[in-house]
């Protein structure tokens, strides 16, 4: 399974862009990257995710290098909600569905 | 609105019991769920993946006669923590993919505290 490496924290002040980065540098050619956030005691929520574009939806952009070895995902405008631990993730395909490795992700600290 | 459903939230039991924890896709059908655990202050570990008709397939290192999975449905899947222990107090969560789109969907997980 391809593996990620990111860092174990980050701070953030409040309306400025977060940027985490990510390492995925044995992704395979047709391994997604998939960003997802978890606030304390809740279930994972979905962020973003892309192949080798750069994607950008209402919560987020990823930005992929060119050669898909990392990653950055940017929150445009941080608030104090979006203090979260957030995960990259390579996904592994099995039995047809997406299977997900979670690694130890980033702890991001928004303050005022 | 929420896709995956799991119930209960929380749990609280004596050592020895067992618990089950039941998980829900909402408005789609999943052949397939996904069920982690998470210690505190940790990622998410994948325990094993629920096959709906078939055998669920577990994880490296996690005891299937610990944590029975039933794919009951193609809306429900079930983890049961069978004579639990203060050592499998822990956060589980499940997940499940929506044919067509591309994410997994997870529910809001299950706090258990065995006593």
């Known amino acids: 399974d391809a593996k990620t490496t990111q860092p174990p924290s980050m701070d953030c002040a409040e309306g400025r862009a977060a940027n985490l980065p990510c390492n995925h540098s044995?992704?395979?050619?047709?391994?997604?990257v998939y960003w997802y956030r978890q606030i304390h005691s809740q279930g994972p929520q979905y962020i973003i995710h892309?192949?080798?574009n750069n994607e950008t939806n209402e919560m987020a952009s990823l930005i992929i290098t060119e050669d898909r070895k990392s990653s950055t995902l940017i929150l445009p405008h941080a608030t104090l909600r979006d203090t979260a631990v957030y995960y990259c993730?390579?996904?592994?395909?099995?039995?047809?569905?997406?299977?997900?490795?979670f690694g130890a992700g980033t702890r991001l600290a928004v303050h005022p | 609105g929420a896709v995956v459903s799991q119930h209960p939230s929380r749990v609280i039991c004596k050592s020895g019991t067992s618990v089950k924890i039941e998980c829900r896709s909402l408005?789609?059908?999943?052949?397939?769920m996904f069920w982690y655990r998470q210690f505190p202050k940790k990622s998410l570990m994948l325990m094993a993946t629920?096959?709906?008709?078939?055998?669920?397939?577990?994880e490296q290192g996690v005891e299937k006669d610990k944590f029975l999975i039933n794919h009951a449905s193609l809306t429900l899947s079930t983890l049961t923590v069978t004579s639990a222990h203060p050592e499998d107090s822990s956060f589980y969560i499940c997940?499940?993919?929506?044919?067509?789109?591309?994410?997994?969907?997870f529910g809001s997980g299950t706090q258990l505290s065995v006593l």
């Open positions: 997940s499940a993919p929506r044919q067509g789109a591309e994410k997994l969907f």
């Open positions: 044995t992704i395979s050619g047709n391994e997604y």
């Open positions: 892309g192949l080798k």
């Open positions: 993730i390579v996904r592994v395909v099995s039995g047809g569905y997406n299977k997900l490795i």
């Open positions: 408005d789609f059908q999943a052949t397939t």
């Open positions: 629920s096959n709906e008709g078939s055998k669920a397939t577990y």
